[in-house]
């Protein structure tokens, strides 16, 4: 049997009609930069998240990239980050001449762990940090809670790396009046912006790169359209330096017609993993400590009774990622059974050569464990039960040789 890590042809075969409409409707319209179509998914990305305004990119590299450069960071600056994540997290800061600060992460959800960070953070006196860029990762968000207070503490922005977590949602806890009260946030709409990635390989894929920055203040949202078209307010008049960072309008109207089943898809995705979770717990895996599954831990607290609230999409993987013994040869073997398979990420930020000498050498000792033990199976809607039990068979059967 052949199991891919992602099958973009299984959504294509209900979705092509309507693409090919939507992609027509654009083409015939001849507006070919920003339009109609840009305008609409800003709206229904914004509603869908909660928030007052969108502002549709050219990536999500690009959505953090002009994030930054809205907040005027600079040479010299610095952006407390993780060091656990895709390169463009990093690379948006060094681009801009900034420095990254990195802290560790936490081992259980890979995203950033706020105890450290806030340790970090007392210790910079000069206050040379003016950012904090915290990564919803695989699908899961960041501790958001202990992050913005720590944030508010030291009056500085938040600028949410959601690329892998549209849709995610986060139980802040709420003073309502009544008292306090949880309220499930979306992804992105905690911080002072939220960037998101429409790489087809996400929850919602366009046909290409795209990206959306969203964000509850009207005047950073106007920084971000001006930043996007070279700086240029009004036509070819340049108070600043941008960049052409504007969204295709083909992208906006393919990825309007997917929004339409996101919901449908994340719950696809969280029934394959709890489809894993059981399979592999049914066998000695686990207990003999060759993998560990993955956590939703928002979900974990809710059935603990620590939290009231409706939280639905507390995990919508974009990911499923084990921790296994043996990793690499596990990766191998899955790849010679025909099961797609990746490693994300082999190697920390922290550990790129692009940092040059000139950067400090540093450890964090939970990037790293994580960089060396994880891999990431397939989990994208359309895939069957039978792919699944396949794919545990193969796990079993490589641990059990």
């Not at 790129?352 to 199976?377: D, W």
Request: with cysteine; charged share 20%.
């Amino acid at each position: 049997m052949k199991v891919p890590l992602l099958d973009l042809k299984q959504q294509l075969n209900y979705l092509r009609e309507d693409i090919l409409k939507a992609v027509t409707r654009v083409i015939d319209s001849t507006t070919y930069i920003q339009g109609p179509e840009v305008s609409f998914l800003e709206h229904e990305i914004a509603a869908y998240c909660g928030v007052e305004n969108g502002v549709g990119v050219s990536s999500g590299t690009d959505a953090l990239l002009v994030s930054l450069m809205a907040l005027g960071i600079g040479p010299g600056d610095q952006v407390l980050t993780t060091p656990y994540s895709f390169f463009a997290t990093m690379g948006v800061v060094l681009r801009l001449g900034a420095i990254p600060v990195f802290v560790d992460i936490d081992p259980v959800s890979f995203n950033i762990d706020p105890v450290a960070m806030e340790e970090v953070l007392s210790r910079d006196h000069d206050r040379k940090i003016k950012a904090i860029l915290p990564v919803h990762l695989y699908g899961q968000c960041a501790d958001m809670e202990a992050i913005m207070k720590s944030a508010h503490q030291y009056e500085l922005p938040v600028i949410e790396d959601a690329a892998q977590a549209i849709g995610a949602e986060y139980p802040m806890n709420r003073d309502t009046g009544d008292g306090m009260k949880v309220q499930w946030k979306k992804a992105g709409s905690m911080g002072l912006a939220g960037c998101f990635s429409f790489f087809p390989s996400k929850n919602l894929g366009g046909i290409g790169d795209g990206g959306m920055v969203v964000t509850h203040d009207g005047a950073f949202a106007d920084k971000i359209r001006i930043l996007l078209n070279h700086g240029a307010s009004p036509k070819y008049y340049h108070g600043q330096v941008g960049g052409n960072f504007r969204l295709d309008p083909i992208q906006a109207a393919v990825l309007r017609i997917k929004m339409t089943y996101l919901g449908q898809w994340h719950r696809a995705r969280r029934e394959n993993a709890d489809r894993y979770n059981r399979m592999f717990t049914e066998t000695d895996l686990v207990q003999n400590n060759f993998l560990a599954l993955p956590q939703a831990v928002y979900l974990k607290k809710q059935l603990e009774g620590n939290m009231s609230g409706a939280g639905e999409n507390f995990h919508i993987y974009n990911q499923y990622v084990l921790r296994v013994n043996r990793r690499d040869a596990l990766l191998d073997w899955l790849r010679s059974q025909d099961i797609g398979c990746e490693v994300y990420y082999p190697v920390a930020l922290h550990q790129q050569k692009c940092l040059g000498a000139s950067f400090p050498v540093q450890s964090f000792h939970q990037a790293e464990k994580a960089a060396s033990e994880t891999i990431a199976l397939p989990i994208y809607p359309e895939l069957t039960a039978e792919m699944q039990e396949y794919v545990v068979d193969k796990i079993v059967e490589f641990y059990r040789q």
